[in-house]
């Protein structure tokens, strides 16, 4: 059920953000065209990604995006990360390197994805989404939710 809401909460803002852009689509036949391709073949997920399926090892792999604010990421953030808001991603793309996987972030995932949605259609393939954002990041146990998990499902002693 929270999923859904998220995903409602999602459709409507990008529909909302997007709308401007829909409303000239004669003019931005390219920007139409790549959104179309993209949502043809993107999966059910979305491209999201929870922490317990990031290894602790793993992390140090992706170019990990915090998509919040500055007084936000300043107070709390997961380390490592880079502060980039989500309406900056794509006039700031070429500081977002394409040769790793990036894992963009917000709050609770909701700007995050479309931070996220942004970069694919902007040609970045390796793009994942930080299910439940920072909030449920720390909540499953940070860089230790994998091995949090398998605790709980009785796999690691």
Not at 4 to 12: A, E, G, K, N, Y
Not at 107 to 121: D, E, I, K, P, W
Request: hydrophobic share 45%; glycine share 8%; with cysteine.
């Amino acid at each position: 059920m929270r999923f859904s809401r998220l995903m409602i909460h999602v459709t409507v803002i990008a529909a909302l953000t997007l709308a401007p852009m829909l409303a000239s689509a004669d003019e931005n036949n390219e920007v139409v065209k790549a959104m179309e391709e993209y949502l043809a073949f993107v999966d059910y997920g979305g491209g999201t990604i929870s922490a317990e399926q990031i290894p602790k090892d793993d992390w140090k792999r992706f170019y990990v995006i915090d998509a919040r604010d500055k007084v936000q990421f300043d107070k709390e953030h997961i380390p490592g990360a880079v502060n980039l808001e989500w309406r900056q991603v794509l006039e700031q793309r070429a500081s977002i390197p394409k040769d790793k996987p990036v894992l963009v972030y917000c709050n609770t995932g909701s700007l995050s994805a479309q931070a996220g949605f942004a970069l694919r259609v902007a040609g970045y393939e390796n793009v994942r989404i930080i299910q439940g954002g920072f909030a449920e990041w720390k909540t499953k146990g940070g860089f230790d939710a994998t091995a949090k998990a398998a605790r709980v499902r009785g796999e690691v002693k």
